[in-house]
């Protein structure tokens, strides 16, 4: 049993490849830091260590090309990252990597490797996209609209199978905060709170095999359902006092 985790040098990623590879899987972990991934798995024997750029996008095909004969039962696509501030003054050109990094190497990688799960009709792909892939947000509105793009792709996907009666898996993992770096990259300055990165990830494993098609923390679940039924013009507002309290330079 194989899997393939993206964004694998901390975090999410990192927790979710140890879990994984606890349960027997040889697990093959993909981030742009080696070093970070060397000393995350230095313990791992079933571990096979790829650094590689996803956000260049004819890295996703040459990632795919160098595993696609190993059978892969299970791909995590978490690489992504965010970009904090208003939206006239951030980088456009972070902007655009992020993009690449968010939707098309996710994008791609689902194609392809879905592919070969549909042909063996089996396999399981997780996607991770976040709360903020339920509603808009000042201050990370980019990055909460990459995220609203992963888990609307994924559930249009998995109706598809479902149609096509497939055994193939295809979910969403949506969690709130989280302790990780993902906040210090995004330029984030406040002090941040949140869910274990472990306990987070482990949650999401176990959902993943349940077959659940978003899967959202316990703390978090009903919070889409609020959402839903509150006027956008307010959740806007709410985000972006969310937002500010977040960082200490607004």
């Known amino acids: 049993m194989k899997a ?5 040098s901390d975090g999410i990623g990192k ?9 027997g899987y040889d697990i093959i972990v993909v981030s742009r830091n ?3 991934m ?8 079933n571990c096979t260590i790829i650094p590689m750029d996803l956000s260049i ?8 090309n160098n595993v696609k004969d190993k059978n892969i039962d299970i791909l995590i696509n978490n690489a992504g990252y965010g970009v904090f501030g208003e939206f006239l003054n951030t980088n456009l050109e972070d902007e655009l990597n992020m993009i690449d990094l968010n939707i098309k190497s996710l994008h791609i990688l689902t194609k392809l490797f879905l592919k070969d799960m549909v042909k063996k009709d089996s396999g399981y792909i997780l996607n991770v996209g ?5 509603f808009a947000s000042p201050l990370l509105s980019s990055y909460y609209g990459t995220k609203a793009y992963v ?6 996907i998995k109706e598809e199978l479902k149609r096509q009666k497939s055994n193939v898996y295809i979910g969403t993992f949506c969690p709130a905060t989280i302790k990780t770096n993902f906040h210090k990259k995004a330029g984030v300055k406040g002090n941040i709170k949140g869910l274990d990165s472990y306990t987070a990830s482990k949650y999401a494993i176990d959902k993943m095999f349940k077959r659940k098609s978003i899967i959202i923390p316990s703390y978090a679940k009903f919070l889409p359902f609020f959402i839903a039924i509150i006027p956008r013009v307010i959740t806007t ?6 937002q500010v309290r977040k960082n200490s330079n607004y």
């Open 34 to 36: 080696k070093e970070k």
């Open 130 to 134: 976040s709360i903020g892939s339920f």
């Open 4 to 8: 393939l985790i993206t964004g694998a």
């Open 38 to 45: 060397e000393q995350a798995f230095k313990n791992i024997k």
């Open 237 to 242: 507002k709410l985000a972006y006092k969310m």
């Open 151 to 156: 888990l609307n792709i994924s559930l249009a």
């Open 57 to 64: 996008v004819k890295n996703c095909y040459n990632l795919y």
């Open 15 to 23: 927790d979710m490849s140890i879990i994984l590879s606890n349960m």
